[in-house]
């Protein structure tokens, strides 16, 4: 069935009709989100929130833009808002409490593998966004501008910046003889 019949009958009071839905987007969101925020239960609740959010404002989907770009702006807006809320209660800790966060499972394991969990945490929310949409996803530079707002010219240069950037970043740390380049579409 077509996704445009699945928001139809979820529009004309069928909800049983979303489940195929969550069913087709749930992976691609979490990945975004999981890249975002970098920890798998916050992505995870993150999903939830954000198709449920979805559910409740289906009446604002407009048909002349794809849906799941229209998903992805929905996530790209709640994990911006978690983003936000994470940084400022880190704040309000080290202000009021010698706070050592413990670390997750995740981290646990990546530091026994011996790789870097978040590679990505050095880059700006917008980066991230660009990054994991075009590289990890494949859209196209105008489904990104669409999703986060932008002009697509905005886009393309921000990707082309964020590719010096991290080649700038992979020779430091290999040393200044190393020519491996990061290959990014």
Known sequence: ME????????????????????????????SYCYYLLGHKQEAEDAV??????????????????????????LAANHCRTMLTRRKRW???QLKFWAYEQAKSAEEIYAEQAGFELNSLAGLSVTEKEILILRVMEDHSFEEIARILGIRPAAVRKR??????????????KEGLGYEQRVELR
């Open 159 to 172: 990707f082309e910046r964020l590719k010096r950037k991290l080649n700038g970043e992979k020779r430091t």
């Open 90 to 92: 880190r704040l309000l």
């Open 48 to 73: 939830q929130e954000i198709f449920f959010k979805a559910f409740r404002c289906l009446d604002s989907y407009r048909y002349d833009h794809s849906f799941l770009a229209w998903l992805y702006k």
């Open 3 to 30: 996704i445009g019949e699945l928001i139809e009958k979820v529009k004309q009071g069928d909800a049983n009709s979303f489940e195929p839905i969550i069913r087709m987007y749930q992976q691609k969101i979490f």
